[in-house]
């Protein structure tokens, strides 16, 4: 990582301009001022209805192929920024809403609950989440907490799907 954080302008110049930036930051969606993960998880909505119609182990396979690309790519990113899980690189949460969505139906109760659920365990952190963003390094602790709170936000989410 530099040694200075960059700017909100230089940021999105290398965003524009690099492929691997644009996609850690969810195509964008992490250079909004406000709210850069939700909207990154957001932006995972439209992708995820496409991923709905797979089989279950195209989807695991789908999983596996995101989060190992998004190592490298908010690893890349994070150095190139020069702040630990910088809050422009969205890619883990888009990949963490496609874990918490995991071969559910495309319904929009299914959507709103998974990424109600997703946001709480993203935002607060619970144990063992937050040991695992703060102990890892480069993209392997950006998408690593993300990942563990897709899985909570899975679990919680397919328990809710059983008693509705």
């Given at each position: 990582m530099s040694d200075k954080p960059l700017g909100p302008q230089q940021i999105a110049r290398l965003v524009w301009t690099n492929?691997?930036?644009?996609?850690?930051?969810?195509?964008?969606?992490?250079?909004?001022?406000?709210?850069?993960?939700?909207?990154?998880?957001?932006?995972?909505?439209p992708f995820f209805y496409v991923f709905s119609h797979f089989l279950l182990w195209q989807y695991l396979l789908l999983l596996l192929l995101t989060f190992g690309v998004g190592v490298i790519l908010c690893g890349y990113s994070e150095?190139?920024?020069?702040?630990?899980?910088?809050?422009?690189?969205?890619?883990d949460e888009m990949v963490g809403?496609?874990?918490?969505?995991?071969?559910?139906?495309?319904?929009?109760?299914?959507?709103?609950?998974?990424?109600?659920?997703f946001r709480i365990f993203d935002i607060f952190k619970p144990w063992p989440i937050?040991?695992?963003?703060?102990?890892?390094?480069g993209g392997w602790g950006v998408m690593t907490d993300d990942a563990a709170?897709?899985?909570?936000?899975?679990?919680l989410l397919q328990v809710w799907m059983m008693v509705v």
């Amino acid at each position: 990582m530099s040694d200075k954080p960059l700017g909100p302008q230089q940021i999105a110049r290398l965003v524009w301009t690099n492929p691997i930036h644009y996609l850690s930051c969810g195509l964008g969606s992490g250079l909004l001022p406000r709210m850069p993960g939700t909207w990154g998880s957001l932006i995972a909505i439209p992708f995820f209805y496409v991923f709905s119609h797979f089989l279950l182990w195209q989807y695991l396979l789908l999983l596996l192929l995101t989060f190992g690309v998004g190592v490298i790519l908010c690893g890349y990113s994070e150095k190139a920024f020069g702040k630990k899980d910088h809050s422009s690189i969205v890619w883990d949460e888009m990949v963490g809403m496609w874990i918490t969505l995991c071969h559910a139906p495309f319904r929009w109760d299914v959507l709103i609950i998974g990424f109600i659920l997703f946001r709480i365990f993203d935002i607060f952190k619970p144990w063992p989440i937050n040991w695992l963003q703060k102990r890892l390094p480069g993209g392997w602790g950006v998408m690593t907490d993300d990942a563990a709170a897709g899985v909570a936000a899975w679990v919680l989410l397919q328990v809710w799907m059983m008693v509705v």
